[in-house]
């Protein structure tokens, strides 16, 4: 059995993806990854499912309910790609080898099981969630096999065992409070003893208070690791690391400028602005739970493991002579206004616009208001247009009051994003100065009171240009001195 050189309170919680387990080389480097730092710290690997296994069990579960009759090659297709990734990690004459094939037998019966029951029953999340949520079971207990096999000790854990979250499936929310006392009961007891210095936990899912399986939606296992770090913070000095295919957060998205560059330092709520306004690399929901338990995060680049360019996260807000720490965007957006004169006599307007946006899922990118409250303008994701234009014409509110209701579809959101904005006067007139002098049209403006960003609404085709010369205006360029 392999012993840390040194125990003590660090713990490093340690999020790998799909990618990272794609095949035997992938998967050499995550284990020398986790063997640098055990030996200083505590490690907790939390895994996803292996490349493109979601999008199998997603199929699985459409094609169940269908009826459909190519479910068994689905089933075999997922069976077969793990079992290949057990025969070329793990040595066939270890006891490991047989303990993990015997797993992937029984979890492959249980799901051709939930197949079944498909067919037999309406069509629902929580079913779906269950299916799902076998990715992550599959891969991190051979994840915990493999190391057991190599010579450390593992545990294996199911995070529905530890992460409690609402009902809410596919989209479920964490509850925190519930989920710190188990996590704490179960990490500390198996560390304590000193069972075994690393422990692998499932990550996208939990479970409800009644033991229902839910998944966390998109970016679920980042989020399971920062739950981990949240509810482990009173008794370790915790760290997450997320290892990406990126170096981390970027100042622009690359695709439209080449001038993007990385931020090596950048303050939680920078980036949750950046994770809200484009950027795909964490989810603002895991910003936020790592946020309140003021845990540090690193981004770092899975394939350059030593490279001292990667992005850490962490409370304080870093002052320096860039006001301006990132420009970003959408560039598929629609924008909704609805206007009448009649608005202002008629109280509850935005509150019934909200609600019904709430009660269909739709998700609300940005809001704009007239001070005389005879419009409202908001965006939304494109492939949300037509299920909004359908919804406010056959509402009682909207389609029978005197309402106009009018629907652009070739928008785009540029962000600028900085906490250096905050009580800094005169960003605003350059933005509109910068984007007026390149003759590029403002078709709305929002501006939160944490002035933390300006979110600036152009036609698609202005969007690349936007961009470029508020980048260089404010990142390349001599800004506004703070």
């Not at 997922?78 to 094939?101: C, G, M, W």
């Not at 530890?162 to 704490?184: C, G, K, M, Y």
């Not at 760290?239 to 080449?258: C, H, M, Q, S």
């Not at 944490?450 to 470029?468: G, H, P, Q, Y």
Request: with cysteine.
């Amino acid at each position: 059995m392999k012993k840390l050189n040194k125990k003590n309170s660090d713990l490093v919680i340690m999020k790998f993806g799909g990618s990272c387990l794609q095949d035997p080389p992938s998967f050499n480097q995550t284990t020398n990854i986790v063997e640098e730092y055990l030996t200083n710290s505590n490690v907790i690997l939390v895994t996803s499912a292996l490349k493109r296994i979601t999008d199998k069990l997603i199929e699985f579960y459409n094609k169940s309910c269908e009826d459909g009759a190519d479910c068994q090659d689905l089933i075999k297709e997922v069976k077969d790609r793990h079992l290949r990734f057990i025969n070329e990690t793990i040595d066939s004459q270890r006891e490991e080898y047989s303990e993990a094939i015997s797993y992937i037998d029984e979890n492959i019966n249980e799901l051709t099981q939930l197949g079944k029951l498909v067919k037999l029953l309406r069509p629902s999340l929580d079913i779906q969630d269950i299916i799902i949520s076998y990715g992550e079971r599959l891969s991190t207990f051979m994840v915990s096999k493999y190391l057991e096999s190599i010579g450390y000790t593992s545990n294996f854990i199911s995070s529905d065992e530890i992460i409690i979250t609402d009902d809410n499936f596919s989209r479920a929310l964490p509850l925190l409070d519930e989920t710190e006392i188990l996590v704490r009961e179960k990490i500390n007891s198996i560390l304590e003893k000193n069972q075994g210095e690393i422990i692998c936990i499932t990550g996208f899912y939990g479970s409800t208070k009644d033991k229902k399986i839910t998944t966390l939606g998109r970016g679920g296992t980042d989020l399971t690791a920062a739950i981990l770090a949240y509810s482990l913070k009173v008794d370790y000095k915790c760290k997450v690391i997320y290892w990406k295919d990126v170096d981390g957060f970027l100042n622009a998205d690359p695709r439209i400028t080449e001038k993007a560059s990385l931020l090596q330092k950048i303050s939680y709520i920078e980036a949750k602005e950046l994770a809200f306004f484009g950027s795909k690399v964490l989810h603002p929901l895991c910003l936020d739970v790592n946020e309140k338990g003021n845990i540090t995060s690193e981004i770092r680049p899975f394939n350059k493991p030593h490279t001292d360019n990667f992005t850490t996260i962490t409370k304080e807000i870093t002052k320096d002579q860039k006001i301006i720490k990132a420009i970003t965007s959408i560039k598929r957006l629609s924008m909704v206004t609805i206007e009448s004169e009649t608005m202002i006599s008629l109280p509850g307007t935005a509150a019934k616009l909200f609600g019904l946006l709430g009660e269909n899922n739709i998700n609300i990118k940005f809001i704009s208001q007239s001070s005389s409250e005879n419009n409202i303008t908001f965006g939304i994701d494109l492939e949300d247009s037509m299920k909004v234009s359908f919804l406010l014409r056959n509402s009682d509110w909207f389609g029978k009051q005197w309402f106009s209701i009018k629907i652009d579809n070739d928008i785009s959101l540029i962000a600028v994003i900085g906490a250096g904005m905050l009580q800094t006067p005169g960003i605003a007139g350059k933005v509109f100065t910068t984007l007026g002098e390149n003759n590029i049209n403002v078709r709305a403006i929002a501006q939160g009171s944490s002035e933390l960003n300006i979110t600036i609404i152009v036609e698609r085709k202005d969007c690349v240009k936007a961009v470029n010369v508020l980048y260089d205006a404010f990142i390349n360029g001599k800004e506004i001195e703070n």
